[in-house]
């Protein structure tokens, strides 16, 4: 099923963007009277029928709504400091997208090799994987933002930093029973510092281990992404 990305659908007759227009009628060659699935990025999932397949304003007549499409009832928020190669962040940023993410933020720690990130390139991967993986809900991806600025933000719910220091730590997999909103951070290719795990824990965050391998950046990301899904969903 190929799904449309229309944030600003409302009405009974909606025009689609001009690069979403091109993509159904020059690429896949759609035409009058063909069936269209949309999404809204905020939980709604639209069908409609194709009224005038133009390649720059394609009208599109809504015949049917779903709200809250595949809604889950818990949340996860995974801060973690972008890699040094871009690839690996943006595979990361991709795949938590196709298994289920609500918001991401861009971390920049002391050990960061990579301290700035164009978020615009980003964010079209989050929509792509959105689409490809027919999520209703667009995850929100923050600007980067330094970690000693982040930890001292109030969040709510769980609070979880994962590190590869050798003492005794629970699993992640332990810390879920209790709540249903979970932020969880994930340091750079060198790990957390000391000092920002020590800072971590006086603001209230739990240590975690993500199994007994030592993960890259962007792996230990999907682990814990995929690990709240699992446990979750059960």
């Given at each position: 099923?190929?799904?449309?990305?229309?944030?600003?659908?409302?009405?009974?007759?909606?025009?689609?963007?001009?690069?979403?227009?091109?993509?159904?009628?020059?690429?896949?060659?759609?035409?009058?009277?063909?069936?269209?699935?949309?999404?809204?990025?905020?939980?709604?999932?639209?069908?409609?029928?194709?009224?005038?397949?133009?390649?720059?304003?394609?009208?599109?007549?809504?015949?049917?709504?779903?709200?809250?499409?595949?809604?889950?009832?818990?949340?996860?928020?995974?801060?973690?400091?972008?890699?040094?190669?871009?690839?690996?962040?943006?595979?990361?940023?991709?795949?938590?997208?196709?298994?289920?993410?609500?918001?991401?933020?861009?971390?920049?720690?002391?050990?960061?090799?990579?301290?700035?990130?164009?978020?615009?390139?980003?964010?079209?991967?989050?929509?792509s994987a959105m689409k490809q993986s027919i999520k209703a809900y667009r995850p929100k991806l923050n600007e980067p933002i330094k970690f000693k600025d982040f930890i001292k933000q109030n969040i709510e719910g769980t609070k979880l930093i994962a590190h590869c220091e050798t003492n005794p730590k629970p699993s992640l997999k332990s810390k879920l029973a209790n709540n249903n909103k979970f932020t969880i951070l994930i340091g750079p290719e060198g790990d957390f510092s000391p000092e920002e795990i020590t800072l971590a824990l006086e603001n209230n965050y739990e240590e975690i281990h993500l199994g007994k391998s030592r993960l890259r950046t962007e792996t230990a990301g999907i682990v814990a992404c995929h690990t709240v899904n699992i446990i979750k969903d059960e």
């Amino acid at each position: 099923m190929q799904v449309f990305y229309t944030p600003n659908i409302k009405k009974i007759t909606y025009t689609l963007p001009e690069e979403e227009s091109k993509h159904a009628i020059k690429v896949l060659r759609m035409q009058a009277g063909d069936e269209i699935c949309m999404i809204d990025g905020k939980g709604g999932m639209y069908f409609g029928i194709i009224d005038e397949p133009d390649a720059k304003k394609c009208v599109i007549r809504v015949i049917e709504k779903i709200e809250q499409y595949n809604r889950r009832n818990y949340q996860i928020h995974i801060a973690i400091a972008p890699t040094k190669n871009i690839d690996r962040y943006e595979w990361f940023l991709e795949k938590a997208t196709e298994i289920g993410i609500d918001e991401i933020t861009p971390l920049i720690c002391h050990r960061s090799e990579r301290k700035v990130v164009k978020t615009d390139r980003l964010e079209k991967i989050l929509l792509s994987a959105m689409k490809q993986s027919i999520k209703a809900y667009r995850p929100k991806l923050n600007e980067p933002i330094k970690f000693k600025d982040f930890i001292k933000q109030n969040i709510e719910g769980t609070k979880l930093i994962a590190h590869c220091e050798t003492n005794p730590k629970p699993s992640l997999k332990s810390k879920l029973a209790n709540n249903n909103k979970f932020t969880i951070l994930i340091g750079p290719e060198g790990d957390f510092s000391p000092e920002e795990i020590t800072l971590a824990l006086e603001n209230n965050y739990e240590e975690i281990h993500l199994g007994k391998s030592r993960l890259r950046t962007e792996t230990a990301g999907i682990v814990a992404c995929h690990t709240v899904n699992i446990i979750k969903d059960e």
